[in-house]
Each structure stands twice: as C-alpha cells, then as structure tokens.
C-alpha cells in the first residue's frame, strides 16, 4: 500500500458511517488523485477551475468533483455541465449565474451556501443578514435549475478547540433551523478539515474535506 492509500485508510477508518469524506486534491497532480482512487475514493475537492478542468479530463468519469473555492462567475459555465456540488456559494450574483448556467446545460446543480462562521477576517462567506436574503429567494422559487443541499463553513485557524467547537456549533444550529422547514431540504453539512475535522464531526458535519492529512503537505 503507498502511503497516500494507508493514510486515507487511517482517516476513513476513523469517521462515522454518516460522515463522508471529500478528499482535497488541490495542487497535487492526477497520478497522485489516482492512487486514492484506486483505494475507493470517489469524492474529490479542487478549489479552482482551470486545475480542476486538466483533472477532469485526464481522470476517470465516475469521480464527483465538489468545488470549494471561490468561484468567479465568468467560470462557472466551465464547470455547469459536470459539477457534483458546489460548496462555495458566496454570492447572489454567483447564485445566479450558476442559475442560468445549469439551465444552459440542461441540468440542475447542486450548491452549498458557504457561511462566515470564523471570527478572523476572511473574504469569502455570507454574513447572516446576506443568508437569510438568499434563503429567502430561493424558498421563493427564484433559482429553478439550482438545488440547495446545505451549508459550508470554514473555522477561524486556532489552536482554541472550544473557540473552533463553537463556530462549528453556530452552523450546525443554522442548518438544524432551516433542515426540515417548509421550503428546504438540506443533507449536506461541510466543515472540518485536516486540523479541525474531528471537531467539526462531533458538531454535525455530514461532510469532512481533508487534504494535507491524506496527500501532504503542499
Ligand atoms: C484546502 C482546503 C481544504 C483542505 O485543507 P487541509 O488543511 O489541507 O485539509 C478544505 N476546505 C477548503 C475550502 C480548502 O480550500
């Protein structure tokens, strides 16, 4: 077994059965995608298209490519016809543009919206005032061809377990609230990477993404 396989096995080994792992890949070339493939893996993490793309192309069909990283919306017709999930939703503008792209392709596009959770400044994220605006047009039927499937968080970068504990908490709280209401509902909740991952599970992620721990450092 390479060690990419024993680490990816350690990890798997560790996660309940309700949680999934989305393996970041970002930076690391096919051959490496590959030996975790080869292990089982399915879901991959990229964080920018134009890698994503060569990825996509060069790697097999049946691996589901989440996006994570913030998306300019001049790219989104790029990814449309193949994106399993995009996590980072960021925008209402970016909501919309990958709206009319998935119609484009005639499909509907699974989304997360990414929320600010972290205390740091970041510039990415949806503060609450601008979540609940877009909760609110999507409950409405305004975005058809898109499907909203949860949220995404990323915690503030500490060595403060509680302080992560808690950010964590607050969008598990958000996504408890709007689960099961009327107009949503959501499966999926991101948060937790290599460092915090187990946190993030003891707080409700149903979605880990892990690079470095699995493939190494970049
Ligand atoms: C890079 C990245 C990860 C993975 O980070 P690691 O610390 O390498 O596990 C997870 N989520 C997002 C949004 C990222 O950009």
Not at 6 to 20: C, D
Not at 58 to 73: A, E, S, V, Y
Not at 86 to 99: A, G, N, P, Q, T
Request: no cysteine; proline share 3%.
């Amino acid at each position: 077994m390479s060690e990419i396989a024993k680490r990816l096995e350690a990890i798997k080994n560790t996660l309940p059965s309700h949680v999934h792992l989305v393996a970041v890949s970002k930076t690391h070339p096919s051959e490496i995608i590959l030996d975790a493939y080869n292990q089982g893996q399915r879901l991959f993490g990229e964080n920018r298209v134009q890698e994503l793309l060569e990825k996509y192309e060069l790697l097999p069909k049946d691996i589901q490519w989440h996006l994570i990283g913030h998306l300019q919306t001049k790219k989104v017709r790029q990814i449309a016809p193949f994106i399993s999930l995009i996590e980072s939703v960021d925008s209402l503008k970016l909501l919309k543009e990958i709206d009319k792209e998935a119609a484009k392709a005639a499909r509907r596009i699974p989304i997360l919206l990414q929320v600010f959770i972290a205390t740091e400044e970041s510039k990415f994220g949806l503060d609450q005032t601008e979540l609940s605006s877009i909760l609110t047009e999507i409950a409405n039927g305004k975005f058809p061809n898109i499907e909203l499937r949860g949220f995404m968080g990323m915690a503030t970068f500490t060595d403060n377990k509680e302080k992560i504990a808690e950010e964590f908490s607050f969008l598990n709280s958000l996504f408890e609230k709007y689960k099961d209401s009327n107009s949503f509902n959501l499966d999926i909740l991101s948060m937790g990477m290599s460092g915090d991952y187990p946190i993030a599970i003891e707080n409700g992620a149903t979605h880990v993404r892990v690079g470095s721990a699995i493939f190494g450092s970049r």
